[in-house]
């Protein structure tokens, strides 16, 4: 079986906690991509959102450092930026509208599926 690849893809990494920051990382760059941030905060990922010109994909914790990481999905959906919620907490349905159909993964999560759903992200957003 071929590992999914995100050779090239830029993914924003949005996560407060060390540990899950870095397990994130690792499986981004081991499948090939390039990892933006990680963002430890609500400010920092909005910041990143707005000064990065190429997002292919993102990772979003939904609970930072206290803060609902709403305001950040929102921005996500207006730069037409794919992402997949990474969290301990379900779903997302607590996000805007338009994100309430977000790929979930729960902590712990397989670096695979997380990989193997970034990938399919980007394949449907290229294809709009």
Not at 65 to 80: F, Q, Y
Not at 81 to 103: K, M, W
Request: glycine share 8%.
């Amino acid at each position: 079986m071929t590992k999914a690849s995100l050779a090239g893809s830029c993914i924003l990494v949005v996560e407060d906690e060390a540990l899950i920051a870095m397990l994130l990382e690792d499986a981004v760059l081991e499948a090939g991509g390039l990892v933006i941030g990680p963002a430890r905060t609500v400010d920092e990922a909005l910041h990143l959102v707005a000064c990065t010109p190429r997002l292919d994909a993102a990772t979003l914790d939904i609970n930072l450092a206290g803060r609902h990481s709403g305001p950040v999905a929102e921005r996500l959906i207006e730069r037409r930026v794919p992402f997949v919620v990474v969290s301990g907490y379900g779903g997302g349905e607590s996000f805007p509208e338009a994100a309430r159909n977000v790929a979930v993964i729960t902590k712990p999560f397989i670096a695979a599926e997380l990989v193997a759903a970034l990938v399919r992200l980007i394949g449907v957003a290229r294809e709009r």
